[in-house]
């Protein structure tokens, strides 16, 4: 099993101090930056590109910046977001023709590589890559809003894929998205995932070393 990663969502931040908002969430000890690019053609929302990605970097953003693609095509953008400072790249297996060429087009870049699968994408979609992989991206919503429910079956889910990582016995971490708070976080971590997304959980709070803190407590526990 990996270190705890807790990456923030910058989803739910305040678009106007982004900048301001990522130096707040790391200073509260969040270790990664999540990073939802929408195009409004693979999911219903549209975000940020590299240009967001580049401008954190120049802003002096040090922590890795853990980019979720949910764009179709995904190959075309993929150069693009390494150039901009991306430390690892996630996509969904539904939005690429070509799935291994992708991931292989990731790590040529430079970047490490994860696969996304949504809620009701099937586990054997890992079967033939997970060894090429760094992570494994399980989404406990339908991804393209912040602030929805968490959908159980991702549970066994989680322990499904830990399984699976654990058999491989390489180092994949194994991210969780969607609907993740400081009061289910301990029942996702026992079941396999070691990397967790928080958005409105995270930006929705007053305090955020305080929620972060109550979040990473509740992992250890
Ligand atoms: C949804 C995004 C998530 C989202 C999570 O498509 O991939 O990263 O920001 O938000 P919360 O934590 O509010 O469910
Ligand atoms: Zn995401």
Not at 32 to 51: A, E, K, Q, R, S
Not at 107 to 114: D, F, I, L, R, V
Not at 156 to 179: H, N, Q
Request: proline share 6%; with cysteine.
């Amino acid at each position: 099993m990996q270190p705890t990663v807790i990456a923030p969502s910058i989803l739910s931040a305040d678009f106007a101090k982004l900048g301001a908002e990522v130096d707040a969430v790391l200073a509260a000890g969040a270790d990664w930056v999540h990073f939802d690019v929408m195009d409004n053609h693979y999911v219903p929302n549209l975000t940020i590109g590299p240009m967001v990605c580049e401008a954190l970097r120049r802003h002096g953003v040090g922590a890795p910046i853990d980019v979720h693609l949910m764009v179709e095509p995904v190959d075309r953008i993929v150069p693009d977001f390494a150039k901009a400072g991306a430390s690892l790249i996630s996509f969904h297996p539904e939005a690429s023709r070509h799935v291994h060429r992708t991931i292989q087009l990731i790590k040529s870049h430079g970047c490490q590589a994860g696969l996304v699968l949504n809620p009701a994408t099937p586990v054997e979609v890992l079967d033939y890559v997970l060894e090429e992989l760094d992570l494994v991206l399980l989404m406990s919503v339908n991804p393209g809003f912040g602030g929805q429910a968490f959908i159980p079956s991702a549970l066994p889910k989680l322990r499904r894929v830990r399984e699976m990582i654990d058999r491989s016995g390489r180092a994949i971490r194994l991210e969780i998205d969607g609907g993740v708070k400081a009061d289910n976080i301990g029942e996702i971590a026992a079941a396999g995932a070691d990397t967790f997304v928080a958005g409105s959980a995270i930006f929705g709070a007053p305090d955020y070393a305080e929620v972060i803190g109550r979040m990473r407590a509740a992992v250890d526990a």
